[in-house]
């Protein structure tokens, strides 16, 4: 168990629908990270926040957008979803932002039909 | 355009031989590099790192190699073990900006160890 925990386990939505991804980090971890593992792909970054700012942006597509709240907490926002978004969606926390392992959390797997 | 890559997308070894794991990088900018084991349905494992000041790195069973000039790097477990068997994605970082590391991941290669 990483620490790392992320709701919902499995969604299963249709194209155009909106979602919302959560993800708590470790205790005591500032930054949080997003991952998109597609079918046969590594996993591609999507985006970072440090303490509440956003850090680091990836290939992150204007329909998703992402925040971390005051208790670090994370939420990852898909909106207008196409069938092309099905995937696993990871979350990582560490405990700074340069050089610090990353602890992933047991994915959330989206299936849009 | 993949900057990391995974050109084994599995292996086999047998219970107690070596397993080596490559990755191969075209971005001449990361400077530190980790391997993370995954096992289905959890989310990679965190296993080893290596800077790019050095050559080796070692923990346990556990040995990554880094060849800078060919912007290759491989991954050594000796002796292999049935609970080895995953995925195990490379990785790779920038770090010596200071800012973010964000982490660019290769495709993976799935690991089966045999009796």
């Given at each position: 168990d990483s620490g790392v925990t992320q709701t919902p386990k499995h969604l299963i939505t249709a194209t155009g629908q909106r979602v919302t991804l959560r993800c708590s980090p470790r205790s005591g971890d500032l930054s949080v990270y997003w991952y998109q593992q597609s079918l046969d792909q590594g996993l591609q970054f999507l985006i970072q926040y440090y303490n509440g700012e956003e850090r680091a942006k990836g290939n992150i597509l204007e329909r998703f957008s992402a925040q971390q709240f005051p208790d670090l907490h994370s939420e990852l926002n898909l909106s207008s979803l196409e069938l092309g978004d099905s995937a696993l969606y990871f979350c990582a926390s560490s405990v700074g932002t340069v050089k610090e392992t990353q602890y992933f959390g047991p994915g959330t797997r989206l299936l849009v039909l | 355009d993949q900057q990391v890559k995974q050109n084994s997308p599995s292996l086999s070894v047998q219970e107690g031989r070596i397993s080596i794991l490559n990755c191969d990088y075209t971005n001449s900018m990361f400077d530190y590099f980790l391997w993370y084991k995954k096992y289905p349905a959890e989310g990679p494992t965190f296993l080893i790192s290596i800077s790019s000041i050095k050559d080796k790195n070692e923990d346990g069973r556990f040995t990554?190699?880094?060849?800078?000039?060919?912007?290759?790097?491989?991954?050594?477990?000796?002796?292999?073990?049935?609970?080895?068997?995953?995925?195990?994605?490379?990785?790779?970082?920038?770090?010596?900006?200071?800012?973010?590391?964000?982490?660019?991941?290769?495709?993976?290669t799935r690991l089966q160890v045999t009796l």
């Open positions: - | 990554v190699f880094l060849n800078k000039s060919a912007k290759h790097l491989s991954l050594h477990i000796v002796p292999s073990q049935p609970g080895d068997s995953a995925v195990y994605f490379c990785a790779a970082s920038v770090i010596n900006t200071g800012t973010a590391s964000k982490l660019t991941f290769g495709t993976g």
